[in-house]
């Protein structure tokens, strides 16, 4: 017995199964108690209904006999009425209890007791009740032979005819006349009920067997067997079969349960691989990894040791960490592994020593603890790592690092390191001193953008960060004057944080010297536009002239000038006037002296201006000017004076290359051209200016733009106009291309990029 208690006590397959029955057996027997008690109410209620109704029926059936007093009719009803099944007395009593009609004779005019069984219904009171309901009207009492009776007694009410009636008249005030009682046996229904308990049962009993059966039947199956095979996968799982699969053929919890656990076991599988592994791992850097590894105990024995170890002291069983390391006979004065096992922690010590061939060596040694289960320092591990080869770098860097400050403060340029973010000077060069007039520790920790105007930090800070070449920035010396420098710029490592390593260079001379070339190109393209110029002037002269000697003509005469003659003369002057004195500022514009600012400028009203000097020359040569120009194209950066300048050298250089073709030969008119044209994309805008002369030899187009280089005879050029055209393209973040065939002209096609919005 104790022995299944156990069992059933392990087994939650046993458990449920008892559960799931005790449950099952208690709500089926309350169900069946329920179902019962309401089925023995429900026939009850109908009997008591049906043995009413037949009350009723007999109180009508003898209500003609009554009020006339037909007594054998009476006595025949009841009789006839009592032959019903399970009917057994019919009974009609008076007001004293007498019994006046039965459908046992013996019975008839016998005289109860008031209170009996029947009569206490309504004599239990004082006057005695004349009004009950139904439940109170019925009694269930049991026979002398031993079965359970039925009886409900009827009142039977006075009417008026009963009182007026000469046969039996009652009193007007009696309402009750006497009472009709019924005695139904009940001995049939209480058999059919008991048949009805017992089948129940029996049910009851059927399908608590039929339902644990299939309780029992279903868990061993689709639970118990499951279980079961998990169960020993599982078992396989612990033995480290990780392979092994659990075949549950369910789609239910316990199969996805199997399908879990296999998984988990895959899992554990490829975890325990890893573990495998990275252990494999873990032993092969041990004894490969390029530093020496000992672990020693507190005696400082040596219990384990890595190849490396072993191969460059060679020790023998049972050695000592000081006799392998050192040859020494005790430990070492200041030893790491000895304050290890003091505190518990970890400790770094460097240390020098000699190898078997006598030379020196130096090692970095760490040390670590390695406690037990308990939390006990049970031995330490010591790790050296080698820094011979370090060491000797080191030296080699310091002589680096001297030979790099020497060369870092003898470059002739002034060098900073600036902080990456705050534009901070870090260090300098000596150069620093002799361009700016700042000593070093002036300049140290100040902001580099303290070289600039103040107006222009904000721009260059920015520039500074994004550019890696800055050309002719104005910086300020200490002294407050102006220097114009190329500025370089590259990322750098510095110690600890990122830094800008930045170059000047002092281009104020070169600048100098370029504006005095410059302006002799101007001077000589003034020199050679001379003619022209004249020509220019000539004309509004030579009206004004005109203008005058009439007025001097007509004054000697003392004629009138009509006044609206005297107004279009007068305008004519001053219109010519105006004309002259724009071709002069136009020239003294040109032929100043000034610093070469870049702004946004429209190509077509550069060009435009640049013909105005040049048109008339052209025109009295018989140049025709092709225009094809762009309508309203992007701005520009450049400085406009001497983006003119570049179009009235390439314009001369067209005029004249013209001459030189066909002042030698026959030609037509339309021969003699110069095209210009502008056209512009997303990125950039093109200027061509090509024209109908001579042209280039292919062998040339590569050497036009070096500087005194010309092809014109002597006396005819300098050789500086391409050359400067070139600089001051470059400047302007432009290219400048020369394409001819010799006899064919030749052509220059400029191109800017389009000026950014800011």
Known sequence: MFKLFHQIRRSIISKLTILVGLILLISLSVWAYFNIDYQQKKIMEGIIEGTDGLSHTIKLGTHYAMMNNLRDDITRIIKNIATEKNLENIRIYNKHAQIKFSNNDSEVDQVTNIKAEACYICHRSEPPLSEL?????????????????????????????????????????????GALDLVISLAETDKELLFFKYWLLAFVLFLFLVISAAIFFFVLRFVKRPIKKIINGTHLIANGDYLNHIDVD????????????????????????????????YQNLFERVPCIITVQDRNYKLIRYNRGFYEKFKPEPGDYCFAAYKGRKEKCVVCPVEKTFEDGLSHFSEERGFNKDGTPTHWIVTTSPIKNEKGEIVAAMEMNLDVTQTKLLEEELKKSEKKYYAIFDHIPNPVFVLDMDTLEILDC?????????????????????????????????????????INRAKHLNKYGGTLFVNIRVSPSDYPGRKVLLVTTSDITQRLETEQQLLQASKMATLGEMATGVAHELNQPLAVIKTASRFFMKKINKNEKIDDDILFTMSEEIDSHVDRATKIINHMREFGRKSDITLEKVQVNRVLKKAFEILGQQLKVRGIEVVWGLELDPPLILADPDSLEQVFINLLINARDAIDEKWQSQPHQKGDKKIFLKTKSNAEEITVEISDTGVGIPDSLLERIFEPFFTTKKVGQGTGLGLSISYGIIQECKGSIQAVSRKGQGAGFIIKFPIATEN
């Open 133 to 177: 309901n139904l439940s109170e009207r019925t009694r269930i009492f049991t026979s002398p032979q031993g079965h359970r009776r039925l009886g409900i007694i009827s009142p039977i009410y006075s009417e008026p005819g009963c009182s007026s009636n000469a046969c039996h008249a009652h009193p007007e005030g009696q309402k009750v006349l």
């Open 250 to 281: 369910q789609v239910d919890e316990m199969g996805q349960l199997s399908v879990a656990i296999d998984q988990m076991s895959k899992k554990i599988g490829q975890k325990q691989a890893e573990l495998n592994r990275q252990r494999n791992e």
């Open 429 to 469: 060069n000596a150069s620093v001193e002799v361009v700016y007039g700042y000593k070093k520790d002036e300049m140290i920790e100040r902001s580099f953008l303290q070289l600039f105007k103040e107006e222009e930090k904000d721009h260059y800070a920015k520039l500074i960060k994004t550019s890696s070449i």
